[in-house]
């Protein structure tokens, strides 16, 4: 079995300071944030910027500034999103791909989200695909529902996806698809024979699913993006906490985790 990728989604765009005191905001803070889950087992760090008052931003300087500072603590995969806030404009969401990190994400349809519309349609998939392809960024395809799965076969008949894909199952989003474990099974097999995937649970999914996820090959999401709770009822103290515990848990299942290297070789993309 190869080695496990785990990825600590630091910030997100929707948690609060109020709702997790310990929430990283500023591009030092990240970066800082960053370096510590490195140094317990996360080869890749996904990125929702934030700006001065620490509200969601897709701006070009601010994600400029975090890749920078990230880099220079750790050989890390960067990963900044293309989703954002969920009224972000294309136009806004495209502006971290002109960085050429070496990976970011793609969402692959719109779903309901909470209270919201994250509205991603074929235009705006195509147009993300597109750009990711030209300037040779490893796509992370962002499925919330199964369709998601069929959105992103499409953009690999139009060439316009290279093999092999790498997915991230979202579960557990109020709207989407529920994180139960025959949800993941039903995700699993519906994806392309050579295809890699990580599982993100939101909230109480998040360790059900990132256990079944080591066991069955898959890679692991954690971090105060889609869960601020080590367990009920106790906030998690960083986002390193909780990628320790995942790293721990895989070790003691007798699989290793990988380091960003490693990680980049099993994706498929050139470290740099």
């Not at 989407?176 to 995937?197: C, K, R």
């Not at 009822?233 to 290793?256: C, D, K, P």
Request: aromatic share 8%; hydrophobic share 40%; charged share 25%.
């Amino acid at each position: 079995m190869e080695k496990l990728i785990i990825t600590a989604a630091v910030t997100g765009a929707e948690v609060t300071r109020e709702q997790q005191p310990n929430l990283p905001l500023t591009p030092d803070e990240i970066a800082e944030e960053a370096l510590k889950c490195y140094e317990v087992g996360a080869s890749i760090i996904h990125v929702h910027a934030r700006d001065k008052e620490g509200n969601p931003t897709q701006s070009y300087d601010v994600y400029k500034e975090i890749k920078e500072k990230v880099e220079k603590k750790c050989n890390v995969i960067f990963q900044p999103s293309t989703g954002g806030a969920v009224w972000h404009k294309f136009e806004e969401r495209m502006q971290p791909l002109k960085l050429n990190p070496e990976m970011a994400t793609l969402s692959a349809g719109t779903t309901n989200f909470g209270e919201d519309i994250f509205v991603n349609s074929s235009e705006y998939i195509e147009k993300f695909a597109k750009e990711m392809y030209e300037r040779k960024i490893k796509p992370e395809i962002e499925v919330f529902e199964r369709g998601h799965i069929n959105n992103a076969l499409r953009l690999l008949k139009k060439e316009i996806l290279r093999t092999p894909i790498h997915f991230d199952f979202v579960m557990g989003v109020p709207g989407a698809i529920p994180g139960e474990i025959d949800d993941l099974l039903y995700l699993v097999n519906h994806i392309p024979h050579g295809s890699t995937w990580t599982v993100a649970g939101i909230g109480r999914y998040e360790l059900s699913l990132a256990v079944h996820a080591i066991l069955m090959g898959g890679h692991v999401r954690v971090g105060f993006e889609d869960n601020i709770y080590y367990k009920k009822g106790e906030l998690a103290t960083s986002n390193a906490q909780l990628v320790q515990r995942i790293a721990n848990i895989s070790r003691e299942l007798g699989r290793e985790v990988a380091t960003p290297e490693e990680a980049r070789k099993i994706l498929g993309i050139g470290g740099k």
